[in-house]
């Protein structure tokens, strides 16, 4: 054990020393509440309410509320939750990661933890890996906090549920799954506790800061959220940033044309690949080749969209490769992530480089999309107030949820001892010969009928593998991310007599391997069969997890052996590895390759060595750092825009306040507006801007909000034509011809203008000026139109104006990666010169709202207009976060704007 492993390990047993006595006196507390009949169990919560509104905390309430939980589950569904997950329920009550095994009963572990905080009305959001889960543990853990009088909702891809026992929908396959009632997004939040996907939680709260109308809101703030599977999320997910997109009408040709040119250029000569950095660079030769060919001038002046796209093509040649890195489905290219094997429908990759491969698999070519909202799972989820997650793969990861997200990982000892047995790596010279020594291996164990799950790197090993199994004679299952699908059900009988499962690395996380396969509860005769099988597997030394390869990182390969010796189970585990691995070639040292071939070994004889050992696991230590420094870089820059968008979303949820009628009428506020005001404050933090964009703490109407700007801007005007000291060089001219254009100011108000001598004297004038035109200006629409009219006209210029400025940003970031060759540190630029854009931004916000207010004309579809604007956005996009096709009818306006029939226009 490492010095630093010891120290840890300290501090861990202390953090356990420290909860024991809590789990005690739920212990303690056990008979108290068996006696309780069931209506009084669901009483317990109101007592709860109660005494927390008086003097009482939630952590008094511990003990109490995790017994009435533990007892709620011993009656509802028949689990009673182990000291050790009482443990993890205080460990995540906390605010920490529990690592707990896979199979410890994590689920169960949460409700403890969701309960009590629950008690508190702020929400809990409970976040999954993907919709099957989040429904699962809805259904099945809803029972639970049902018994307890609370409503449990979930959200997932297109749905939202709340569980509901009365209801037996007998369309879900799954029992498991039946007794969801569908509602309306909102009602799922209003929910006690939530559960749901990460994807739909990000986008739901981007979502929200794009309506038009507080009604529309669906979240209603972030309170605490345990997310479970957490390195999954917030690790392996934290470098693919969500973004709501819409398609960009212009070019996509250029990826087509450029494609044709890459396989013309020659690597070395050409171009440059460094597989480490997973970079290709053109060299002044390949650049020249390439105009040549084309006939373009591609770093010259006004073409950088050249040169960008020119660099995709050929990432998109070099570095990417089909069936590894992405599938190509039904037209379409979908991202396979590269540390569960899933596949990542709706995300594309970013900056042309998802277009860039789509011309080189030659499918059509997706219009490359503009942004409309975006942010890093980092960033989402550290807006919640209180964070906990739960996975059994945190440990090798502390250091960085330590710094990143503030959270410190306890380990939670397993319920019963862990027995399996994890052999040291077989090594082989070559790839060909590890597989060949895979299949044999699992052929003898299939003969025997011990169940084997064999974890692969990539779709394309993963089907090598069946390939060779097949030749073989052994019947197998093949789970990859091309049948996403059937996931679940296909993991879940993983644990069978005989079964082989062939599975991309960590499919079906989150599912339970249960030795001897799964049954139904009222199996009845079956069970005692069951239980027949289950001991004859246990006999034969239960699950064997084979890894064929070792992943980049640790904790991956972790995740696959902990499938196996779940709840004191026998099993074992063992790794296949090949100098020809990926991981070897690219980071292995020479020394060894050199030494491989000394020994001269057959090819599919293993060796064990010592050093060789070694040496994976440096190069994963090294991986890993490399991949946490590229995860803490994408942070940075987004924390850059993190502060902005806050700014941003704050004016925004004010403005939608100060415009709520429920509001105007009910003051003081609803429960439901104190909850997001403090949602609100909880995500502002010191990003107060600009004068028209300071925090509106009067709870300003909106229209002394547009008069404030108004005047802002009127004093900058002045400023600017009419310097202090310098007399002479007033040009009030110009200053009347600009009041003129704001609001309109007659021959004779103009000559007045020129006239002042006195700058204070004028800027009350034409602050008085712009108040009257502003009555005027309402007195002719009508208040209510007027109403209307201002809110539309903030809130679309802000979004337009912001969406802008999304894209700046993005060309901004792409142009200092540029500058560090010139010595300058590219994230120090980019804060500056952002934030300078961001200045430019808020003024743009100011002089354009200054300038429309007064120029709104009584049209029919101002005033309602505000209730729908932004449909082609969300249209085309909700959900999946991607610029999801072109959705525009043939006989539709074209989208470009030009007045002209789709059809005849872009669309022919
Ligand atoms: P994890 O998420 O930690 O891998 P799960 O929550 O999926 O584990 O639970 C794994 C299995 O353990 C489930 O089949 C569940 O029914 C069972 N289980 C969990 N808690 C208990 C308990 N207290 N008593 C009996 N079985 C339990
Ligand atoms: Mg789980």
Known sequence: MSFISQIFGDSNQQCLDEIQPLVERVNELEKEFEVFSDEQLKDKTKEFRKRLSKDETLDDLLPEAFAAVREASRRAIGLRHFDAQILGGIVLYRGKIAEMKTGEGKTLAATLAAYLNALGGGGVHIVTVNDYLAKRDTNWMGAVYHALGLKV???????????????????????????????????????????????????????????????????RGHSFAIVDEVDSILIDEARTPLIISTPDA??????????????????????????????????????????????????????????????????????????RDYIVKDGEVIIVDEFTGRLMFGRRYSGGLHQAIEAK???????????????TFQNYFRMYKKLAGMTGTAY????????????????????????????????????????????????????????????????????????????????????????????AQIISQAGSLGAVTVATNMAGRGVDIILGGRVDDDAGDKLSDWRKTHDKIVELGGLCVMGTERHEARRIDNQLRGRSGRQGDPGSSQFFVSMEDDLMRIFGSDKIKRMMEALNVPEDQPIENKMISKAIESAQGKIEGYNFDIRKHVLEYDDVMNKQRETIYRKRKEILLSSDSSRQQADPPTPHVVDRLSAADGVTGD??????????????????????????????????????????????????????????????????????????????HLNELAEAKYSEKENQLGAENMRGAEKAILLRTIDMLWMDHLDNMDHLRDSVRLRAYGQRDPLVEYKNEGHKMFQQLLQAIQGQVAAMIYKVEIQQSMATSANQPMRLNRDETVGGGLSGGNQTGRNDPCPCGSGKKYKKCHGK
Not at 404 to 410: G, N, R, S
Request: proline content about 2%; hydrophobic content about 35%.
């Open 153 to 219: 909702g979930c959200i997932v891809h297109d749905r939202a549920y709340l569980y509901e026992p009365a209801v037996v929908d007998k369309n879900e396959v799954t029992v498991e799954m039946q007794n969801l009632k569908e509602v309306p997004r909102k009602a799922a939040y209003e929910a006690d506790i939530t559960h749901g996907t990460n994807n739909e939680f990000g986008f739901d709260y981007l979502r929200d800061n794009m309506v038009y109308d507080l009604s529309q809101m669906a979240q």
């Open 250 to 323: 212009e070019s996509t040709k250029l990826y087509e044309t450029f494609t044709k040119v890459i396989p013309r250029l020659q690597e070395n000569t050409d171009y440059n690949i460094d597989e480490k950095m997973k970079a290709a660079t053109l060299t002044d030769d390949g650049i020249e080749k390439v105009e040549k060919i084309m006939g373009i001038d591609i770093y010259g002046e006004g073409s950088v969209r050249y040169a960008h796209q020119l660099e995709e093509a050929l990432r998109a040649h070099v570095l990417f490769k089909r069936d």
């Open 361 to 375: 698999e030659g499918v059509r070519v997706q219009q490359e999309s503009r942004t409309l909202a975006t942010i």
């Open 396 to 487: 090798t990861n502390a250091e960085e949820f330590s710094q990143v997200y503030k959270l410190e990982v306890v380990v939670v000892p397993t319920n019963k001892p862990m027995i399996r047995t994890d052999s040291p790596d077989r090594i082989y010279r070559t790839e060909h010969g590890k597989f060949i020594a895979v299949a044999q291996d699992i052929k003898e164990r299939h003969e025997k009928g011990q169940p084997v799950l064999v974890g692969t790197v990539s779709i394309e090993r993963n089907e090598l593998l069946s390939a060779l199994l097949k030749k073989e004679g052994v019947s197998h299952q093949v789970l990859n991310a091309k049948n996403h699908e059937k996931e």
């Open 687 to 764: 990003s107060a801007a600009d004068g028209s964009f300071e925090e509106n703490k009067k709870n300003l109407s909106l229209k002394a909000q547009i008069l404030g700007m108004v005047k802002n801007e009127i004093k900058r005007i002045v400023d600017f034509h009419a310097p202090e000291d310098y007399y002479d060089n007033w040009n009030l001219k110009e200053v009347s011809e600009i009041a003129n254009a704001i609001f309109g100011v007659s021959d004779e108000g103009k000559n007045k203008i020129k006239e002042f001598k006195d700058k204070n004297e004028l800027v009350a």
